[in-house]
């Protein structure tokens, strides 16, 4: 069974950094795509980046680009979440998901929760101005 561990969330204030980081265990079996979703109360979940394991591609939402980088440590079974200039908009309960299928809307350049199978329990960033 997968498990992915979110860590790193906290508070900071307006234009400060964040590194989120998210563990994978359980299997021997590598995603074929993993991506950060981020869930503000009263809000949807929405995807926030995306990276395919096996080729390095990355996707971002307009929201984040050019703010938030995604990578992986392939070694560590590990992808992280660099946050900088930081925003309140940001403020908002961040979830790791892990994907083992084709993740057709990344063909769109869409990051759909629909398209991730497994997830992790979520990490709060808190952005105050």
């Known amino acids: 069974q997968v498990q992915l561990v979110e860590s790193g969330g906290g508070s900071v204030q307006a234009g400060g950094s964040l590194r989120l980081s998210c563990a994978a265990s359980g299997t021997t079996y590598s995603p074929n795509t993993m991506g950060w979703f981020r869930q503000a109360p009263g809000k949807e979940r929405e995807g926030v980046a995306a990276?395919?394991?096996?080729?390095?591609?990355?996707y971002y939402a307009d929201s984040v680009k050019g703010r938030f980088t995604i990578s992986q440590d392939n070694a560590k079974n590990t992808v992280y979440l660099q946050m900088n200039s930081l925003e309140p908009e940001d403020t908002a309960i961040y979830y790791c998901?892990?994907?083992?299928?084709?993740?057709?809307?990344?063909?769109?350049?869409?990051?759909?929760?629909?398209?991730?199978?497994?997830w992790g329990q979520g990490t709060q960033v808190t952005v105050s101005s």
């Open positions: 998901a892990a994907d083992y299928g084709l993740n057709a809307g990344l063909e769109y350049g869409l990051i759909q929760p629909a398209d991730f199978g497994y």
């Open positions: 990276i395919k394991v096996g080729g390095g591609s990355t």
